[in-house]
């Protein structure tokens, strides 16, 4: 699961952000100031659920985790990639960008033609197929 502010508990403070690496944590345009998690740049570290002090960070089981069940990159067939956190994106297919070892950042799908990628992508798929045509 990956990590939602629970807008009834957010106080504003902003904790929260300062302690996000990927900077995932942005303040809605609310006048009261709440904080929304980007789930394609969190990387469900957790640093900012200890930051809070209201504790309005929690899982969201709608999302997989970051390196966690679901994602490909933990079996040992994988275990020497690294993905790009959502930072850098295929422009073909949109999922994002893998590399083995220190190797150049490819897509999965698109240039290595695997049928596995970022369990994310699959999750935004899912979101823009169920809204249909914009």
Do not use: N
Not at 72 to 88: F, I, K, Y
């Amino acid at each position: 699961m990956s990590l939602q502010v629970l807008a009834d508990l957010c106080i504003g403070c902003g904790a929260c952000e300062f302690a996000c690496p990927p900077g995932a944590l942005s303040k809605t345009d609310t006048y009261l100031g709440l904080f929304v998690i980007d789930p394609y740049t969190c990387d469900d570290c957790g640093l900012c659920v200890d930051k809070c002090p209201v504790f309005a960070i929690v899982p969201d089981p709608d999302w997989p985790v970051c390196h966690g069940k679901g994602c490909p990159l933990t079996s040992r067939r994988l275990a020497d990639h690294e993905c790009a956190v959502w930072l850098q994106r295929c422009p073909t297919c949109g999922t994002t960008l893998w590399r083995e070892g220190s190797g150049d950042w490819t897509c999965p799908r698109c240039a290595a033609g695997r049928r596995v990628s970022c369990p994310k992508t699959r999750h935004l798929e899912r979101e823009a197929s169920s809204q249909g045509p914009a």
